[in-house]
């Protein structure tokens, strides 16, 4: 199975502030990459998906890039709606599997 | 506007098989450009992917599962469903079906059914 590595797990934050969150794959995934916000007793939401594209209706602060084994999620300026767990998944193959999550907190 | 809905027992004893289903509502699951999965997230853990289903019936799974696993489909009905027999412990997760995009991530899920394996 491909492993899925985020870093930080966890992150403080204040509300403006540019935020990046890296995901490393154990294996190349080309750009096999998407990127989900959790909120507690809510289901994932799909924010990026193919490294860098933006679903519709996520707003344009959220950004995403890489390719191959190194992903990065930005959040441009933080807003109070954006504390939540963050969760990196690789489709590249199957079985899918999901990066440990890294919680936004605020500071 | 997509909905998923699970549905199903919630307690389980250890050894019993765990049977949940989806539905689907303001699409339809014979979609060509769609699979149908399900993922489950056990308490204040991460996700786990367990495997995803076309409308034809072809289907594929986690490895990690798939010896317990059965994932069917009933387009009367507009629903998929999910079994995982022998259940323990570790299958106590908060259990959600979702739709997989044919780009291969998940755009719509459920809200989630928590489903506890204790004796």
């Known amino acids: 199975d491909i492993q899925m590595t985020q870093s930080p797990s966890s992150l403080s934050a204040s509300v403006g502030d540019r935020v990046t969150i890296t995901c490393r794959a154990s294996q190349s995934i080309t750009k096999y990459l998407n990127w989900y916000q959790q909120k507690p007793g809510k289901a994932p939401k799909v924010l990026i998906y193919a490294a860098s594209s933006l679903q519709s209706g996520v707003p344009s602060r959220f950004s995403g890039s890489g390719s191959g084994t190194d992903f990065t999620l930005t959040i441009s300026s933080l807003q109070p709606e954006d504390f939540a767990t963050y969760y990196c998944?690789?489709?590249?193959?199957?079985?899918?599997?999901f990066g440990q999550g890294t919680k936004l907190e605020i500071k | 506007q997509l909905q998923l809905q699970e549905s199903g027992p919630g307690l389980l004893k250890p050894s019993e098989t765990l049977s949940l289903i989806c539905n689907v509502s303001g699409g339809s699951i014979s979609s060509t450009s769609y699979y149908w999965g399900w993922i489950r997230q056990p308490p204040g853990k991460g996700l786990e992917w367990i495997g995803s289903i076309y409308y034809s019936g072809s289907t594929y799974y986690n490895p990690s599962l798939k010896s317990r696993v059965t994932i069917s489909v009933d387009m009367s009905k507009n629903q998929f469903s999910l079994k995982l027999t022998s259940v323990t412990a570790a299958d106590t997760a908060v259990y959600y079906c979702a739709r997989e995009h044919d780009n291969r991530y998940f755009d719509y899920w459920g809200q989630g059914t928590q489903v506890t394996v204790s004796s």
């Open positions: 998944q690789h489709s590249y193959t199957t079985p899918y599997t």
